[in-house]
């Protein structure tokens, strides 16, 4: 069972921080990812980490200002998210997968587990 959160009101340029944890540890897990869905949109990648190696990926609007990683634990993993704008608001997701492959890791439909979701909200 995954638990996200962290979300919050934050002005443009801000920061936030994020957290997903996992209550059975994600060690089994071959990735972890985050997803957002914006008021009217649906549900878009934004980054992801593959557990073992630590090899991360991103949604090109989010590179540079957004880290994806896992805690030093086998039951968290964050996503900080930094120089925030209006077009970041969403409700964020951390998903998880055992058997998610490299070329569908940007797919929702890939991962088995998924938290009940984070609202950012960044006023202009």
């Known amino acids: 069972q995954l638990q996200a959160s962290g979300g919050g009101l934050v002005q443009a340029g801000g920061s936030l921080r994020l957290s997903c944890a996992a209550s059975?540890?994600?060690?089994?897990?071959?990735?972890v990812a985050w997803f957002r869905q914006a008021p009217g949109r649906e549900r878009a990648f934004v980054a992801a980490?593959?557990?073992?190696?630590?090899?991360?990926y991103y949604e090109d609007s989010v590179k540079g200002r957004f880290t994806i990683s896992r805690g030093n634990d086998q039951n968290t993993v964050f996503l900080q998210m930094d120089s925030l704008t209006p077009e970041d608001t969403a409700v964020y997701y951390c998903?998880?997968?055992?058997?998610?492959?490299?070329?569908?890791?940007?797919?929702?439909?890939?991962?088995?587990?998924w938290g009940q979701g984070t609202l950012v909200t960044v006023s202009s």
């Open positions: 998903a998880a997968g055992p058997s998610v492959i490299q070329s569908s890791l940007r797919s929702q439909s890939a991962y088995a587990n």
């Open positions: 059975g540890g994600f060690f089994s897990q071959r990735y």
């Open positions: 980490i593959e557990w073992r190696s630590r090899y991360t």
